[in-house]
Nanobody, 120 residues
Framework: QVQLVESGGGLVQTGGSLELSCAAS????????MGWYRQAPGNQRELVAD???????NYADSVKGRFTISRDNAKNTVRLQMNSLKPEDTALYYC??????????????WGQGTQVTVSS
C-alpha cells in the first residue's frame, strides 16, 4: 500500500505564509511526479503546482511568484512554500503522487487533504 501524509495547513492572515509538507511511503518503486492540488467549496479540484523527478515544475498562473514547490527524491517528500497568501487561496489542499509500486503498477495517489484558510 501507498500512503501520502500531509501536514502544515492552518489559518493565516492575508499576506502571511504557510508551508505544506507531504511524505509518501509504502511499496513505492519510483515516483514520477508529486504535486499539490486544491479544492474550494463549490469549485473543482485544481492543480496548484507539480514537480517531476527531473525537477520540471508547473505552477497555476494564480500562484506564480508566490508559491514554491520543492521535492526530495531520496525521501519521497514534497513541500509547498506559500507566501503572500490571499483569501482566494483558501481551500483544502491535497498532495498527489504519480508513481510505480513495487509490482510495477502505476497510478495516482492522494493524501487526505489539509485545510488552508486565509482571513481577510
Amino acid at each position: 500500500q501507498v500512503q501520502l501524509v500531509e501536514s502544515g495547513g492552518g489559518l493565516v492572515q492575508t499576506g502571511g505564509s504557510l508551508e505544506l509538507s507531504c511524505a509518501a511511503s509504502g511499496n513505492i518503486f519510483r515516483i514520477i511526479s508529486m504535486g499539490w492540488y486544491r479544492q474550494a467549496p463549490g469549485n473543482q479540484r485544481e492543480l496548484v503546482a507539480d514537480i517531476n523527478s527531473g525537477g520540471a515544475i508547473n505552477y497555476a498562473d494564480s500562484v506564480k511568484g508566490r508559491f514554491t514547490i520543492s521535492r526530495d527524491n531520496a525521501k519521497n517528500t514534497v513541500r509547498l512554500q506559500m507566501n503572500s497568501l490571499k483569501p482566494e487561496d483558501t481551500a483544502l489542499y491535497y498532495c498527489s503522487a504519480y508513481l510505480y509500486t513495487d509490482d510495477r503498477a502505476w497510478d495516482d495517489y492522494w493524501g487526505q487533504g489539509t485545510q488552508v484558510t486565509v482571513s481577510s
